[in-house]
Each structure stands twice: as C-alpha cells, then as structure tokens.
C-alpha cells in the first residue's frame, strides 16, 4: 500500500470503526447499593448515570474539541498499536501535527493528521443546520510553520514541506445538552487539508487559515482551491501579522539554518 489516497482510505476505515469513548465525568458519590454489577459496557454506562455517577460533558465548544480530539488520538494510537508495519506518534498539545503517520506500509513516509471538531450550525430559532459548521474549522497556524515550510519550528515534528501530504480528521456533531456526554450524531470525515481549504481566516484576532464551512463540502473534499498549488500560492502570499515573539523565533531558525 502507497500513496495518499491509499493513506487516506486506511485512516477513513479506522475511523468508520471508531465509537465515541467519552460519554460524561465520573463522580465517585452515588445513591445505589453496592456492589455494583453489570452484564456489559452498555449495562455498566446505564447503571452509573441512573445512579448519579455521571456529570455532563462540558458544552463549551473548546474544551469539548479538545476532549473528543484526545479520545480520538487515544484510539488511533491503540489501534495501530499491534502493527509491525505503521508507526503513529503523538504531538505536543499547542504543536503540528496531532499525529505523525508513518512506517513500511506507507512506503516510510511521513504523513502529518491533524484532528479537529466542529459542531453543527444552531440558528437563531434553535434549529440546527445540518449543512453548515458553526465556525470555520482551523487547518493551520499561517504566520510560523506554514509560512516557512522549510524550517523546523518548535512543537513539530520535522519541517512542514518534509510531509508527504497533510491530512485531517475531522468530527463533526451536533450539541446535545440532554446527554451528559453532549455529543449527537457523530460523523467523521477524513480528507486532505488543502481540498478543504478555503480563502478565509478561521479567527479575525490570529493568523490561522479556515476551511470551508459547508459540511457537503467538506465531505466531498471540495475547497475554493482547484489544485494543491494554488492553495500554497494563494495562502503563503496572504499577509499574515508576525509578532514580536514570532520574529524573534524566526530570526533564530534562520540563523541556525544558516549555520548548518
């Protein structure tokens, strides 16, 4: 197996089996009778919540992508833990990529898969849009690692343009305040970055670049960018603010590369 689309169908065939792992907060304190017993998982997750172990998952949009990024991750990693032939390593909480992909079955190149949620659109009247994300997913950080492909910045694993392709995970769900574990219709889409990518930022205050917001779209892998080219030509020559403390670093990695 080579290539990206080979990639991409593996990771799309992990992720069809994947079940969501984290279904509320455990509380110690209950008002049952112990010992508690259970036939299965499915009996055990009944019996805590009735007797009042589980508290909600946060609703915040935030905290909850960076719960279901983890369990996701979380799964990933155990699932290729018995693979002689793929190596999965994880990222840093604040770095590029989540996951880096690699091993002989992929032709020992690495792959950068970066996993990331979003939550149906909720209008006005409360309806939720099944078309539409609520934000614009964040695909990458433009101003430092992107920017300067060629630079091995910190908090990743090798420059950017090292990368056979750069992939993402993408959960999409619905906000689901009566489940403690706030998540409903959970759909997974896994596709190349730059088929998702679109011409706006995801933040008016940071340098990140957005994907579209139509879901059709991003199922379908079907950006504002016709080839792969055109998403680098148009998104490296956007004119990204760079910080004081983004400078300093740059200067460093330049002048470190330049030693070298």
């Given at each position: 197996?080579?290539?990206?689309?080979?990639?991409?169908?593996?990771?799309?065939?992990?992720c069809?089996?994947?079940e969501?792992?984290?279904?509320?907060?455990?509380?110690?304190?209950?008002d049952?009778?112990?010992?508690?017993?259970?036939?299965?998982?499915?009996?055990?997750?009944?019996?805590?919540?009735?007797?009042?172990?589980?508290?909600?998952?946060p609703?915040?949009?935030?905290?909850?992508?960076?719960?279901?990024?983890?369990?996701?991750?979380?799964?990933?990693l155990?699932?290729?833990?018995?693979?002689?032939?793929?190596?999965l390593?994880?990222?840093?909480?604040?770095?590029?990529?989540?996951?880096?992909?690699?091993?002989?079955?992929?032709?020992?190149?690495?792959?950068?898969?970066?996993?990331?949620?979003?939550?149906?659109?909720?209008?006005?009247?409360g309806?939720?849009?099944?078309?539409?994300?609520?934000?614009?997913?964040?695909?990458?950080?433009?101003?430092?690692?992107?920017?300067?492909?060629?630079?091995?910045?910190?908090?990743?694993?090798?420059?950017?343009?090292?990368?056979?392709?750069?992939?993402?995970?993408?959960?999409?769900?619905?906000?689901?305040?009566?489940r403690?574990?706030?998540?409903?219709d959970?759909?997974?889409?896994?596709?190349?970055?730059?088929?998702?990518?679109?011409?706006?930022?995801?933040?008016?205050?940071?340098?990140?670049?957005?994907?579209?917001?139509?879901?059709?779209?991003?199922?379908?892998?079907?950006?504002?960018?016709?080839?792969?080219?055109?998403?680098?030509?148009?998104?490296?020559?956007?004119p990204?603010?760079?910080?004081?403390?983004?400078?300093?670093?740059?200067?460093?990695l330049?002048?470190?590369?330049?030693?070298?």
């Amino acid at each position: 197996m080579s290539g990206r689309e080979d990639v991409l169908k593996w990771l799309r065939g992990l992720c069809d089996a994947y079940e969501l792992a984290p279904v509320a907060i455990f509380r110690r304190k209950g008002d049952h009778a112990w010992p508690l017993s259970a036939s299965d998982a499915s009996d055990l997750e009944q019996k805590l919540e009735a007797g009042g172990h589980f508290l909600p998952l946060p609703k915040e949009s935030a905290a909850l992508a960076n719960i279901m990024e983890v369990s996701l991750v979380d799964y990933l990693l155990e699932a290729v833990s018995t693979l002689n032939d793929v190596e999965l390593q994880r990222g840093t909480e604040r770095g590029y990529p989540d996951l880096e992909l690699s091993g002989s079955r992929f032709g020992d190149r690495p792959y950068a898969v970066d996993v990331k949620a979003a939550r149906r659109k909720v209008g006005a009247r409360g309806r939720v849009n099944p078309r539409k994300t609520q934000s614009r997913i964040t695909l990458y950080t433009g101003n430092t690692y992107f920017k300067y492909p060629q630079l091995h910045w910190p908090n990743t694993f090798r420059p950017f343009q090292d990368y056979e392709a750069h992939l993402d995970i993408i959960a999409i769900y619905t906000l689901d305040e009566s489940r403690p574990s706030r998540i409903a219709d959970l759909e997974l889409i896994v596709q190349e970055s730059w088929k998702i990518g679109s011409r706006q930022r995801s933040s008016t205050t940071r340098e990140y670049i957005g994907a579209v917001d139509d879901i059709p779209r991003l199922r379908a892998g079907e950006g504002d960018f016709d080839t792969e080219q055109a998403f680098y030509k148009f998104w490296r020559n956007y004119p990204f603010k760079i910080g004081v403390s983004v400078a300093k670093q740059l200067e460093k990695l330049l002048h470190q590369r330049n030693r070298d």
